[in-house]
């Protein structure tokens, strides 16, 4: 196994879209920043130099992390923030997992132009993928361009002003030709394909808010992976994924030689919605073919005009392209069944015995600035703040001196820093009946509820299930809850309320897909088990990025197991 090294530069730099020069913060000048690329088994070992004006950590998405939270940069969770001007070194290995993941820095919004790709081939390369080994792989990161301070635009939500938006959606850092300056497309993600030839597309949504739904005009996905972990290969015209998920698919070049657009188009838009600008972005799938073929294919696809399910339109250079029919921007059906369809390629091991049992709503809140239970809420005289909460509490980032590790490695003092993370909201009611939305006409009027460093604390070894149950009041947001350090079994999903009795019988626990981000559904809930077998301090939380920033978010803390080899091992030495 190799060693596997990179130095990550954090600094801001100008980058112009849409006839405007932002400040953005990268790595080593890039966005998306550099992909690591990795076979299973290797170490990665990354130096970040921090020239920015942030303080900064970065999270390996997916990546277990055993015995090693350590390095899982939740600032501090499992490590003090690097400072402007300070470097620090993360390493970890890569065992026991294939596919793709990715980083991005675990701090407020900058996620989204702090991010990367990270690919883990199998060990024996590409002949040991349980698939047809594709001819190449290319990674697809969508995402958003911001031309606002993404830290002000934080700083403004806190103070509960959300009039924000990002000014387009981007596929490897292109907005596409659907976004202009002044008259002049802007330039789309395009990738040149032999006719024939089979592509992994490693699928990632790097974005803050939207899930996406991709497809390639007169291409099918076979879908072979999820979250770095094999699934049955699954046949698509349309991926749906979230923020924080990844989706591997085989894509092969059979359609006739031509252009072909690739569209990304979000289906959960902020809300209001009405305000809410197109965000869907298209680049564009070219055959690579001689001039002569080219102008048969397009004379090919001209003949396919008005086809049911796709139109054409002209490229950017004149020529015809197909480009796809999209979803609806408020079809989250089409996702709840492409989640559905999804199965492990292998049949596992699921522990049948459950040791704890969290039941937890997801829901925004309202707390009183002044720190008092009660306040004027909503209204002229709002006196109370947004949150987004678990179980009525909102995540209260820790403020000790140590971060939540340090403090359990050495002094187990967590107790005196934490509240326990309750087992269910304060009062039970109907979650998805809209009716019921505590929303008045004018005034907003939420769940009153209290800010916490909530924590849960569980034996090594535990088993343990989650229901995630969604709220009306989420309706237009997407809810991708993200588990550090550990994978879950998605057991189940449905719409409505969860209800314990009937629902359990429909646990799948043969082959249920195994993911490090579980997208609850719309007006609905998401049954998961894990095994608590990796000891330290790990965060849970929603993906959606004003989710996690107004407090939708928990730790977990997982102890030491019987033996040395099960228990977390000091601090490495460059901690200070
Ligand atoms: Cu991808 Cu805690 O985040």
Redesign the pocket.
Known sequence: AAVVEHTFVVSQVNMTHLCKETLVTVVNGQLPGPAIEVTEGDSVAVLLVNKSPYNITI?W??VKQWLNCWAD??PMVTQRPILPNHNFTYRFNVVGQEGTL?W?A?VPFL?ATLHGALIIRPRHGAISYPFPKPDMEVPIIIGDWWQLDLPQVYRSMKNDSFDFFASGSTINGKLGDLFNCSGVPEGGYVLDVVPGKTYLLRVINAGLFSEFYLKIAAHKFTVVAADANYVSPYTTDVIAIA??ETVDALVVANATPGRYYMVAKPNQAPLPDTQTPEFTTRGMVQYRVNHSSMTNGAAALRSRRGAKEEENDEGPSGDVALAPQMPDKHDTVTSFYFHSNLTSLYHLTVPQQVDENLFLVLGLGSICRNGQQSCNRGGKNNESITVATMNSVSFQHPTANLPLLEEHYYHSGLIDVVQELPDGPPRAFNFTDKALIPFGPKELRLEPSSKATAMRRFQHGAVVDIVFQSSAILQGDSNPM?L?GHDMFLLAEGLGNYNAAKDVERYNLVNPPVK??VLVPNLGWAAVRFVANNPGVW???C?YEFH?TMGM?AVFLVEDGPTVDTSLPPPPSNFQ
Request: proline share 5%; no cysteine; hydrophobic share 30%.
């Open positions: 999270h998405h997916g940069g939740v990715w991005h675990h996620r923020p924080g993200h550090h490090n981000t965060f849970i939380h993906h996690l978010a």
